[in-house]
């Protein structure tokens, strides 16, 4: 709730008096779903907007305000606030397109929870005349909200309830009557509060974390967002030439149709997928059958680096089915989790994407009950005659839908999360199940790698982390950065390697940015991207203020959690047994992070101006991130 000296209620002004940076479309929708109130409200002033930008910083400090202490989150009274930066939607530069939207976690339940998209969401938000949305209260009935430049209202979504996020976003587009209005929809997964059930927007991207789920429980259906408007921009020559210098450092990572067809997925860049509940992790013919497939890779607005796709499969049983897909490949990691292979995995990839339930919640749940079957603690009494066989495809694909809809024991469970299925298994399971404060880190085999470990480590918890430093500085910071190269096998440096990244990021995030298309390595990677911001807007941050605004959004984000009992030590202690193993097998065997805990999380928080084992910010902290109206929640002593 608003801190004691807090300005929030002229944080949206009347009437604004001081110059709208450009980028900006100036307008906030707020919406009440319990009233059917819809509201405008004016973007805030200079140099509020300066300090907090958007996209999660910006969402971050109205949730702070409004979000009452001690909630559920399926309260009516939490609030989704998803927000756009400046740089979403000009056209002009790479990986524009980011919108992010904040919440109380249902995956944790006390911590914040981030869900961000992109592909073409936030810029058709802003196409119709908005930055972001502010959504509370709940609606009586299935409802959707249709954000045009032509209307906005709220219209009843009961023909699509129960429907998919495919169906869904068909029959809303039409219905529309604009071929070219873009959709964010939950699925059956949403409808039934599964903790991390996801948005999904444009067949092939997703807002995870539980976004869905919050959406769910105020029978908030989907967003469809419509219109022709552009954002203004201050100085259009300078951006193209900043938007062209972003394009040619993100040039190495464009991705291929030969890589779609041939690649195991994201782990293949260091060697370790996760497979039979992260008990092995070498590739073998994980890949068979891909290079039969039909492949078209699909651009985000705008944005050269092309990472989502479209299957059609070209082999085996699913052979014509259709898939579309976005960069993570977590998907992927869930189902050879699953002990499946080849077009198994992209067939159920398309299921669990259609049912709207986060991969990773699926993976480390279904992964738990497919050891517990494998090892005879979990029979067919609680299974619904379900076997569990690594690679069953019918089991996978019935649990799915079971998950999504809470049927059965083990469905009902499974939505809950792999947590509660551990404890609810007990005994030995405990120690079999993966968890991060009772969310559940992306699907990829971390656990080789000191400073990805340590950033889904310290994440809030059930929301996308941020964060992978590298061995090296960034080049662009090389006037303030004098350290590395750093020794991927010894703890020495990777603390403050981890906060470097994960500030940048979240800049990027911030100013509406798509972190996949942030190349911070080589020179000008990140100098484009903030000549780019400044020619957007008019504005002259530096790479100080960018990696201070990065901060600012990694201490608010903490600071929720703080204000609802969490603590620093739970990064380390609150985790499933199994996360923390030494690796099992292939060229990482017997590496892990454990021997370092919890000295590397706890130096994580004291270099970023916290304390170690509250993660409380020092008073200097918020003073310096002109943050001071937190202080309520600083670390006193
Ligand atoms: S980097 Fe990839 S996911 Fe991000 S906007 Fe570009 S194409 Fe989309």
Redesign the pocket.
């Known amino acids: 709730m608003a801190t004691a000296d807090s300005d929030y209620k002229n944080f949206f002004p009347a009437q604004r008096k001081t110059r709208l940076p450009g980028g900006y479309m100036g307008k906030i929708l707020r919406v009440d779903l319990s009233t059917g109130k819809l509201l405008d409200l004016n973007l805030p002033e200079e140099p509020l907007l300066r300090k907090y930008w958007g996209g999660q910083l910006l969402a971050e400090y109205v949730l702070l305000n409004e979000l009452p202490l001690n909630i559920d989150p399926y309260d009516a009274k939490n609030l989704i606030v998803g927000m756009t930066g400046p740089i979403t939607g000009t056209g002009f530069t ?2 524009g ?1 980011k919108m992010c939207f904040v919440y109380l976690s249902p995956a944790t339940r006390y911590t914040l929870g981030r869900g961000a998209t ?2 073409y969401f936030g810029t058709s938000l802003k196409t119709a005349g908005y930055d972001g949305v502010i959504i509370t209260g709940a609606a009586q009935k299935p409802t959707y909200l249709y954000a045009g430049e032509d209307k906005i209202e709220l219209r009843d979504a009961s023909s699509v309830w129960g429907k998919g996020t495919r169906d869904t976003e068909e029959i809303l587009r039409a219905e529309s009557g604009h071929p070219d209005a873009r959709v964010g929809a939950i699925g059956p997964a949403g409808e039934n509060r599964i903790r991390a059930a996801m948005l999904v927007n444009d067949y092939n991207h997703t807002a995870a974390h539980g976004l869905g789920a919050v959406m769910g429980s105020k029978k908030l259906k989907a967003i469809v967002v419509w219109g022709t408007k552009r954002p203004p921009v201050f100085d259009k020559l300078n951006l193209i030439e900043a938007g062209l210098r972003w394009r040619k450092a993100i040039e190495p990572r464009k991705t291929t149709v030969k890589k779609r067809l041939t690649s195991v997925g994201h782990g293949e860049d260091w060697g370790a997928i996760t497979k039979l509940n992260w008990r092995s992790t070498i590739i073998t013919d994980e890949t068979r059958g891909y290079d039969q497939n039909h492949v078209v890779l699909r ?2 607005f705008q ?1 050269p ?4 796709w479209d299957v059609q499969i070209g082999e085996g049983r699913h052979k014509g089915k259709i898939g579309h897909f ?2 993570g490949s977590e998907w992927q990691d869930t189902f050879y989790n699953l002990g499946f292979k080849g077009n198994d995995v992209l067939y159920l990839s398309e299921r669990i994407n259609d049912l709207g339930i986060e991969c990773s919640h699926f993976a480390c749940g279904a992964g738990l009950a497919f050891e517990a079957w494998e090892k005879g603690i979990l029979g067919s009494d609680r299974t619904d005659g379900l076997e569990l066989e690594w690679g069953n495809l019918e089991a996978a694909e019935n649990l799915l839908e079971r998950c999504a809809r809470r049927e059965g024991w083990l469905g009902n469970i499974l939505a809950d999360g792999p947590k509660e299925l551990a404890e609810a298994l007990g005994g030995e399971a405990k120690n079999w199940v993966v968890h991060t404060k009772g969310g559940t880190p992306a699907q990829h085999e971390w656990r080789p790698l000191l400073s990805q470990m340590l950033r889904e480590l310290v994440a809030s918890g059930g929301m996308k982390p941020q964060g992978a430093g590298g061995k090296e500085p960034p080049a662009d910071l090389l006037y303030r950065e004098k350290w590395g190269p750093l020794d991927p096998n010894q703890p020495d440096g990777w603390t403050h390697s981890h906060l470097l990244t994960e500030q940048i990021r979240q800049a990027c995030g911030v100013m509406g940015a ?1 972190w ?2 942030l190349n911070d390595k080589p020179p000008d990677g990140v100098q484009s991207m903030v000549d780019s911001l400044n020619a957007t807007t008019g504005w002259d941050v530096s790479l100080d203020e960018t990696v201070d605004v990065g901060h600012r959004s990694i201490i608010l984000q903490s600071v929720f959690g703080t204000q609802r009992g969490w603590i620093a030590d739970h990064d380390w202690q609150d985790v499933g047994p199994r996360f923390l193993e030494p690796i099992p097998d292939g060229k990482y065997k017997g590496f892990t992070i454990a021997k370092w805990l919890p000295e590397l999380v706890y130096e994580y928080y004291r270099i970023s101006g916290r304390h170690e084992k509250t993660g409380r910010p020092y008073i200097d902290t918020l003073q310096r991130l002109g943050l001071e109206e937190f202080r309520e929640w600083c670390q006193r002593d």
């Open positions: 790479p990986g397109t992109s592909g651009p985000c944005c680096r092309m990472c989502p976005n960069a798509c996949f298309a």
